[in-house]
């Protein structure tokens, strides 16, 4: 079977996307385009480069990973990143998005011009981590004279790229939207309110998609520590092993 892929933002959760990565490929189903944004386009750059699920999982749990984050005391931002460091290279090894084997599409969110961008081409690893700085927490990425950020401000779910093509789409949210809603509270409700407003184009995106993955699970895990990669990483393997056995494909 083959397949394109769309693959949300959603910081650490992002291990969740590597587990249905890894049943995809058990499953022998081709992935054949793929779009991403912020940690979804990282994860999709890697993959498309060549770097496995398993791998990637690895480079993110080490300690080299680690030490490229620093705390930036609001200069700017809450963190620094060392963009320069060795370990990115290991975990998105080519250069170009046009040289993937792997057609792929990056959202990032155009802070200059107040709009959401979607890149074919240019600089693999400059993009990948614009579509990522998620603003104020990372500094935005300077990219061509333009100041680019977290492509999930516009839409954390991008499938647009995907529709003329002759493949099935699978959409991965990370950020599932609780249906079933009862909490009367002030504050509960706001919370409520302020989640479906930044992800009201995420609802779209999904009644595009022919399959979407996602877990109410997910809401139980941080997106900001790396502590429980493994156990997202489960999580997302045994969910596409799930959806996959229940399709009529």
Known sequence: MQISLSLSGGAARGAYHLGVLHGLDEMHIEIKALCGVSIGAIIAASYASGVKPKRQLEIFKSQEFKDVFSFNWFRGSLFDVDYHADVFKKLIPKKKIEELPIPLWISVFDITHAKSFIFDKGDLKEIC???????????PVLHDDVFFADGGFANNLVVEPLTNLPFKIVGVNLH????????????????RIAFLSAFSAVTQSENMCDIV???PKLRDYS??????????????????KRVFASQDL
């Open 213 to 215: 993955i996602a877990s």
């Open 129 to 139: 981590l614009a579509s990522g700085a998620l603003t104020p927490v990372f500094k």
């Open 176 to 191: 599932p939207i609780e249906r079933d809603y009862h909490q009367s509270g002030f504050l509960s409700i706001a919370k």
């Open 223 to 240: 997106l900001f520590s790396l502590s429980e990669a493994d156990a997202l990483f489960a999580l997302g393997y045994e969910d596409v």
